[in-house]
Nanobody, 125 residues
Framework: QVQVLEFGGGFVQPGDSLRLSCEIF????????MGWFRQVPGQAREFVAA???????VYAESVKGRFTIFGDSAKSTLALQMNSLEPEDSAVYYC???????????????????WGQGTQVTVSF
């Protein structure tokens, strides 16, 4: 059974940095793209960053210049380096993976086939 697991969430202060990691276990498919989303209670899941392996990276405007996404296609691992964190970045962060090579809009949750359970990031004094 495919498992997507996120690591690295925690409690930090504004201005701090944090790195999230994601791994896919029992993978039975070729990962073509991976991404990060986040969600706060009562709101829809929000796109953060994503890329097609071997392709360009895409970022939400709210994190551009502060967050960096990177990964390893052979290992199907993903990371999100988050710098200059703000209280507004507090959310549960989800890792997602896509198994199809067909065109898709990576900013949409519907582009992904597999999701992790999420890891909490809290930014506060």
């Amino acid at each position: 059974q495919v498992q997507v697991l996120e690591f690295g969430g925690g409690f930090v202060q504004p201005g701090d940095s944090l790195r999230l990691s994601c791994e896919i276990f029992e993978r039975t498919f070729t990962t073509t793209a991976m991404g990060w989303f986040r969600q706060v209670p009562g709101q829809a899941r929000e796109f953060v960053a994503a890329f097609w392996f071997g392709g360009d990276k895409v970022y939400a405007e709210s994190v551009k210049g502060r967050f960096t996404i990177f990964g390893d296609s052979a290992k199907s691992t993903l990371a999100l380096q988050m710098n200059s964190l703000e209280p507004e970045d507090s959310a549960v962060y989800y890792c997602a993976a896509r198994s199809s090579a067909l065109p898709a809009t990576l900013q949409l949750t519907s582009a992904y086939d597999f999701w992790g359970q999420g890891t909490q990031v809290t930014v506060s004094f």
